[in-house]
């Protein structure tokens, strides 16, 4: 049974009057209301569209519904705190929730990354981020510092000096010009190296480079190093082993701040509460979002040493942060966010993602059979596939057959599982909750849906 707030009937949730006044992310409308996809409601793993047609939720939304759907937990924990206090300032104020969530927090982020300004999505993360490095550098007596090294391919987001850090022309073409004091690297990617090399006898040519282009522009005008522990939008490309560390290393060799992008790794994604964990280093500013409030309210933030902390206290006004969001820290979405990190914890679900992930990986390898996954790749929960039409040398299949897309696509038409998905990869990345017999499912839809192309492609 559909809930209905206003009147409106099934057919008006899917009719073109009323989604054409309606503006979804980086999707074509034109395409989305000839075949729209609106739901109703969920549970568990489980999510069902206003038609009563169930879906298995193998993306946790995007990376974000770690707990599943309709956890009662985080659900009163919200309406408690609803019914107390739903909004104060952070411009005048704070609230208890937000002191108790960032203490929470604080106990769980790599080694001394106790500070953390609470906020509400992605973009705001990422763009505050690099907005304090370069207050910190500016007023730490380093104000040539601005410069922002990210890598191609990566995403961090759509507010403008996030999407200048990010590295995706199709993403950027439209918006130009954006912001200024921004480089690119080309980013580690062994199964087709942009250096044409191989893994190890490469010596990570990927992640030393960063010094040569510091150098070239000059470390006392270098500020920061952005990437992703996991490349997300490329469909989960996992550095080698060296590449962070070596990364550190050149970073604190030139007094260069490492910027972890942990918006969709964070909160136990890769089997560890934070990648930076799962690939053992320490960043000087770890952005975080999507997993932290499970889906249940918008919830981001960003967290950084206290030393850098030290450098905005002080009793002149112009040395504190110039920055700042209305819903930052908002109670509710900070109650919900200690609710999240009370199910993780208690119930060790970061433990279970590791496994389930090891399962699900696992599992993975039978597709090998089908002749056409080139690579299997990620950590955790956060797992993706790669095709490959050649697999003796890794060929892809050409871009207009968008071999990668018709897979997502049938696995979300026919097979009722939702993924993302590109023309070369698709990901899976269920709720931690996830039991193996759903695992098992999960791999024979995404099969069935890479026989379907296959044998379409055939014809
Ligand atoms: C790594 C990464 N950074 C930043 C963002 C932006 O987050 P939001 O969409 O919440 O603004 C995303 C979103 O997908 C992401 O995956």
Redesign the pocket.
Request: hydrophobic content about 40%.
């Given at each position: 049974m559909v809930t209905t707030m206003t009147g409106f009937t099934t057919e008006d949730y899917l009719s073109s009057k009323y989604l054409r006044h309606m503006v979804l992310d980086f999707i074509q409308m034109g395409q989305f209301m000839r075949e729209p996809l609106v739901y109703d409601r969920g549970e568990g793993i489980w999510v069902w569209d206003v038609n009563g047609e169930k879906y298995l939720d193998g993306i946790s939304g995007?990376w974000v519904t770690s707990l599943g759907h309709s956890n009662q937990r985080v659900v009163n924990a919200i309406k408690n705190q609803l019914e107390k206090l739903a909004f104060c300032s952070p411009i005048l104020s704070t609230n208890t929730r937000a002191v108790e969530y960032v203490e929470m927090l604080g106990k769980t982020t790599p080694e001394g990354l106790t500070t953390i300004k609470i906020l509400s999505?992605?973009?705001e993360a990422?763009e505050t981020a690099i907005k304090l490095v370069r207050q910190y550098f500016h007023q730490t007596g380093r104000p040539s510092k601005k410069t922002i090294i990210s890598r191609y391919n990566n995403?961090?987001?759509?507010t403008i000096g996030a999407l200048t850090a990010t590295g995706m022309a199709d993403r950027k073409i439209p918006f130009e010009p954006l912001a200024g004091g921004f480089r690119h690297i080309a980013p580690p990617y062994c199964l087709r190296c942009p250096y044409k090399l191989k893994y190890p006898e490469c010596d990570v040519l990927c992640a030393r480079i960063l010094e040569q282009v510091i150098q070239y522009e000059g470390p006392e005008t270098v500020a920061a190093f952005i990437a992703?522990p996991i490349q997300?939008s490329t469909g989960n490309i996992v550095p080698p082993p060296e590449y962070w560390p070596i990364i550190r290393e050149i970073c604190d060799k030139y007094d260069v701040m490492i910027i972890l992008?942990e918006?969709?790794t964070g909160m136990g994604r890769t089997g560890k509460m934070w990648g930076a964990q799962t690939f053992e280093f320490t960043p000087d500013v770890l952005c975080m979002?999507k997993g932290m409030a499970a889906g249940y309210m918008p919830l981001?933030g960003v967290a950084f040493r206290d030393e850098v902390a030290d450098a905005f206290i002080s009793d002149k006004k112009e040395m504190a942060f110039a920055d700042g969001h209305t819903y930052g820290g908002n109670p509710v979405a900070c109650a919900a966010g200690i609710a999240v990190l009370q199910e993780l914890q208690e119930r060790n679900l970061v433990e279970r993602c590791a496994l389930m992930g090891h399962y699900l990986k696992e599992k993975l390898e039978d597709l090998r059979e089908l002749g056409v996954v080139g690579d299997i790749r990620g950590k955790g929960l956060m797992l993706g596939i790669e095709f490959a039409q050649n697999l003796e040398t890794m060929e892809p299949f050409p871009r207009q057959l968008g071999f990668g897309i018709k897979v997502g696509r049938t696995c979300i038409q026919q097979e009722k599982m939702l993924v993302r998905y590109s023309p070369d990869w698709v990901a899976v990345a269920p709720p931690f909750i996830i039991e193996k017999d759903e695992i098992d499912d999960i791999v024979e839809r995404l099969g069935r849906a890479i026989i379907t192309v296959l044998n379409q492609t055939r014809e």
């Amino acid at each position: 049974m559909v809930t209905t707030m206003t009147g409106f009937t099934t057919e008006d949730y899917l009719s073109s009057k009323y989604l054409r006044h309606m503006v979804l992310d980086f999707i074509q409308m034109g395409q989305f209301m000839r075949e729209p996809l609106v739901y109703d409601r969920g549970e568990g793993i489980w999510v069902w569209d206003v038609n009563g047609e169930k879906y298995l939720d193998g993306i946790s939304g995007v990376w974000v519904t770690s707990l599943g759907h309709s956890n009662q937990r985080v659900v009163n924990a919200i309406k408690n705190q609803l019914e107390k206090l739903a909004f104060c300032s952070p411009i005048l104020s704070t609230n208890t929730r937000a002191v108790e969530y960032v203490e929470m927090l604080g106990k769980t982020t790599p080694e001394g990354l106790t500070t953390i300004k609470i906020l509400s999505g992605g973009s705001e993360a990422t763009e505050t981020a690099i907005k304090l490095v370069r207050q910190y550098f500016h007023q730490t007596g380093r104000p040539s510092k601005k410069t922002i090294i990210s890598r191609y391919n990566n995403f961090h987001g759509v507010t403008i000096g996030a999407l200048t850090a990010t590295g995706m022309a199709d993403r950027k073409i439209p918006f130009e010009p954006l912001a200024g004091g921004f480089r690119h690297i080309a980013p580690p990617y062994c199964l087709r190296c942009p250096y044409k090399l191989k893994y190890p006898e490469c010596d990570v040519l990927c992640a030393r480079i960063l010094e040569q282009v510091i150098q070239y522009e000059g470390p006392e005008t270098v500020a920061a190093f952005i990437a992703e522990p996991i490349q997300l939008s490329t469909g989960n490309i996992v550095p080698p082993p060296e590449y962070w560390p070596i990364i550190r290393e050149i970073c604190d060799k030139y007094d260069v701040m490492i910027i972890l992008d942990e918006v969709a790794t964070g909160m136990g994604r890769t089997g560890k509460m934070w990648g930076a964990q799962t690939f053992e280093f320490t960043p000087d500013v770890l952005c975080m979002g999507k997993g932290m409030a499970a889906g249940y309210m918008p919830l981001s933030g960003v967290a950084f040493r206290d030393e850098v902390a030290d450098a905005f206290i002080s009793d002149k006004k112009e040395m504190a942060f110039a920055d700042g969001h209305t819903y930052g820290g908002n109670p509710v979405a900070c109650a919900a966010g200690i609710a999240v990190l009370q199910e993780l914890q208690e119930r060790n679900l970061v433990e279970r993602c590791a496994l389930m992930g090891h399962y699900l990986k696992e599992k993975l390898e039978d597709l090998r059979e089908l002749g056409v996954v080139g690579d299997i790749r990620g950590k955790g929960l956060m797992l993706g596939i790669e095709f490959a039409q050649n697999l003796e040398t890794m060929e892809p299949f050409p871009r207009q057959l968008g071999f990668g897309i018709k897979v997502g696509r049938t696995c979300i038409q026919q097979e009722k599982m939702l993924v993302r998905y590109s023309p070369d990869w698709v990901a899976v990345a269920p709720p931690f909750i996830i039991e193996k017999d759903e695992i098992d499912d999960i791999v024979e839809r995404l099969g069935r849906a890479i026989i379907t192309v296959l044998n379409q492609t055939r014809e």
